[in-house]
């Protein structure tokens, strides 16, 4: 009994614990020291650095298709150059567009002859490929030989711009430069041969979406024939040179409400001629910058030296004048007496068709020539003797009349 007594009073305080642990739950407090921050505060990003300087420079162009190269950025956006009245008729406006020296350079426009009778200017060339810009510049060629784009699978080196720049936007292609004060990088597509300065009279741009697309084409076929008649063998050639000459008088240029930085679409015709298209008023005023004048002389020395070097030069510019006008006559003078030509032959009499052709001589023909030439030497021989013996005849006649006188 008393061990019974013994186990259940353990028992019952564990009870008692339990009961007071479910009538009256322990609470625990946890006490933390807490500190707030103000947010972080960034410095404003800086500005973007300006663009390099434009270099102006004169460019001597080439007489061929210049070797293409691959840049890594795009051209900045056109400049204003407003070209001066042609100086004398068959100038042309060359220049006023971005070429390449290392880095973008303005190439500054002006009027020039053609370096020879019948060259033509063809236009810098730019092409959007892999991400890089393949550039052409300006250059001479004859009227006839037609430019040839680098073919896509040439290997080029890409060149990467002293300064850098902003890489070009916008879809695959051939283009031109977006108009004064666009956003640098934009391209605008147009076809080969088009002249940069179409674009200076549009509005800028912040968005890929103008393109130029050319219209009004003449086209005009040119067949000259030639007839040729040859008496011997009466045979009648005729040659036809046939010549297809394209006028492009203008271009449009297109661009929708989101490409142009004042929201609104844009269309209009502009004069395909470099000179004409860059006589517009531009939207964006860019003046290109004009080229740095060297030092002025300050001696005698330096003023007398300038001033011959000023003479030579006249001198040169006049002595190339001269020999371009005489390859001009000289080329004139030629046409001239092909086109005499030309019509000489076709104001000729044909020869009449039933006329038996000559007959060529044969081997036959020659013996019997030969016969008849040894025929007629043995007669000539016989009248000679002939004729002798009349003579002696009559000398002796003459002898035997002075006789009977005796």
Avoid at 292 to 305: D, E, L, W
Wanted: aromatic share 6%; net charge neutral.
């Amino acid at each position: 009994m008393s061990h019974s007594f013994r186990l259940a009073a353990p028992a019952a305080a564990v009870l008692a614990v339990l009961l007071a642990g479910c009538a009256a739950p322990t609470h625990t407090s946890v006490h933390a020291d807490a500190s707030y921050r103000a947010p972080p505060t960034w410095a404003p990003l800086p500005p973007p650095p300006p663009p390099a300087p434009v270099v102006s420079v004169y460019v001597e162009p080439p007489l061929v298709q210049p070797e293409p190269v691959f840049i890594d950025v795009a051209p900045p956006p056109m400049l204003v150059e407003v070209p001066p009245p042609q100086p004398y008729p068959g100038a042309v406006w060359t220049g006023g567009y971005w070429g390449w020296q290392g880095r973008w350079v303005w190439c500054v426009g002006r009027w020039s002859s053609p370096p020879r009778a019948d060259y033509v200017w063809v236009q810098p060339y730019y092409e959007h490929r892999d991400g890089a810009v393949v550039f052409v510049s300006g250059y001479w060629a004859a009227r006839g030989v037609g430019f040839v784009p680098p073919p896509p699978g040439l290997h080029l080196s890409v060149q990467i711009a002293i300064g850098g720049g902003a890489r070009p936007v916008g879809p695959m292609g051939v283009f031109v430069p977006p108009p004064p004060g666009s956003r640098a990088g934009l391209i605008v597509p147009a076809p080969v041969g088009t002249p940069p300065a179409v674009v200076v009279s549009a509005p800028p741009v912040t968005n890929v979406g103008m393109r130029i697309q050319h219209n009004n084409n003449n086209n005009n076929t040119q067949i000259n024939r030639t007839v040729v008649n040859n008496s011997v063998v009466n045979n009648n050639t005729t040659v036809n040179n046939v010549r297809n000459e394209t006028t492009i008088t203008n271009v449009t240029i297109v661009a929708p409400p989101n490409a142009t930085a004042n929201g609104r679409a844009f269309q209009g015709d502009v004069p395909a001629a470099a000179h004409l298209a860059a006589a517009l008023p531009a939207v964006v005023h860019a003046p290109a910058p004009g080229l740095q004048q060297p030092p002025q002389p300050t001696t005698p020395h330096q003023q007398q030296a300038q001033q011959q070097a000023q003479q030579q030069q006249t001198q040169r510019e006049q002595d190339v004048h001269r020999e371009r006008e005489a390859a001009h006559a000289h080329d004139a003078a030629r046409e001239r007496e092909l086109a005499r030509q030309h019509e000489l032959a076709t104001q000729a009499p044909r020869p009449a068709a039933s006329t038996p052709p000559p007959r060529q001589p044969s081997s036959a023909d020659d013996r019997r020539e030969g016969d008849r030439a040894g025929e007629h030497d043995k007669q000539r021989v016989k009248d000679k003797a002939k004729q002798r013996e009349i003579e002696k005849e009559k000398e002796r006649e003459k002898e035997r009349e002075k006789e009977r006188e005796r």
